[in-house]
C-alpha cells in the first residue's frame, strides 16, 4: 500500500508527521490519513513529496525499486545534458535552436507512432490525441527553455551535431512512467492506473510514447475493465 511505504520513507528520514507535512506545505491529518489509508494520494500531494524529497516515485507507487533511487527524478526536472545542448545553442543561435528541436521532435514521428498503435490499442489515441501536438511543437521547446540552467561545461557543443546530441539526451532520459503504468494495469489497480494517466504532463506521454512497446499487452489484456470509464474503448471495439 502507498501508504505504507510513506511512512516507511518519513520514518527512515526520521521526521514525524507534523514536520513532514509542513516540509511539503500540507496538514499533518492529510499525511496520516494517507498512511492509513483514508485518504486517496492526489496529484498535487505526489508532486509536493517527490519535489521535497529524493524518493523513488516507482518505489512510492509500486513498491520495486529502491527507495532512495533518484535515477527516476519528478517530472520536472530535466537532465544535464539537455540543459547543456539547450543553453549552449541559446547562446549561438537562438531560432537555429527552435528549428533543430522542432525538426528533431517532428521527425520522430510521434504522430506516426501514435496512429500506428490507434487501431490496436484505441486507449492510446484516447490518451495522447491531444497531447501529441504538444509534444511535437514548439511549445514543447519552450518547456526546454524555460528550464535552462547556466552551466559553464557548454564549450564543445557544437550547433551542427546538436540533433544528434538531443536524440542521445532523449534516448536517456527515461520517466519510467510507461513501467509505472504496466505494472498496475497487469495488476488492475484502477486507482494507480487513472491517477497515473491525469497527471501525465508532456514529457511523460512523451516517455509513453517512446516506450508503448513495454504495455501493449497490458493494454490488450485490461480492455474490459478499462472501457467502464473510458467509453470511447467501447466504440471503438465495435467499429
Not at 507534523?18 to 489509508?37: H, L, N, P, T, W
Not at 503504468?181 to 494507480?192: G, I, P, R, Y
Not at 497490458?218 to 470511447?232: G, R
Request: charged residues 30%; contains cysteine; neutral net charge.
Amino acid at each position: 500500500m502507498i501508504g505504507d511505504r510513506l511512512k516507511e520513507f518519513r520514518v527512515a528520514i526520521g521526521l514525524s508527521v507534523a514536520k513532514f507535512a509542513s516540509q511539503i506545505g500540507v496538514k499533518d491529518y492529510k499525511i496520516r490519513d494517507c498512511e492509513a489509508g483514508k485518504q486517496r494520494f492526489d496529484d498535487e500531494l505526489l508532486t509536493s513529496i517527490t519535489n521535497k524529497f529524493d524518493i523513488n516515485l516507482k518505489w512510492l507507487l509500486t513498491g520495486n525499486g529502491d527507495m532512495f533511487d533518484i535515477a527516476i527524478s519528478n517530472s520536472n526536472s530535466i537532465p544535464r545534458n539537455i540543459n547543456m545542448l539547450v543553453e549552449k545553442a541559446v547562446v549561438l543561435n537562438p531560432d537555429a535552436l527552435q528549428n533543430t528541436l522542432v525538426e528533431f521532435i517532428i521527425e520522430s514521428s510521434v504522430k506516426q507512432k501514435l496512429r500506428s498503435y490507434d487501431k490496436s490499442i484505441p486507449f492510446a489515441k484516447y490518451l495522447f490525441w491531444n497531447r501529441y501536438d504538444t509534444v511535437a511543437s514548439y511549445r514543447f521547446m519552450q518547456q526546454l527553455l524555460k528550464k535552462i540552467q547556466k552551466n559553464t561545461d557548454l564549450n564543445n557543443i557544437q550547433m551542427e551535431n546538436s540533433k544528434q546530441v538531443l536524440q542521445k539526451a532523449l534516448e536517456e532520459y527515461d520517466l519510467g512512467i510507461a513501467e509505472f503504468l504496466k505494472n498496475s494495469l497487469q495488476e488492475k489497480d484502477k486507482a494507480t492506473t487513472f491517477k497515473l494517466i491525469e497527471s501525465l504532463n508532456d514529457w511523460d506521454a512523451y516517455c509513453i510514447l517512446k516506450d508503448i512497446d513495454l504495455a501493449i499487452d497490458a493494454f490488450e489484456d485490461s480492455i474490459n475493465w478499462l472501457s467502464f470509464k473510458l467509453p470511447i474503448l467501447k466504440l471503438k471495439n465495435k467499429e
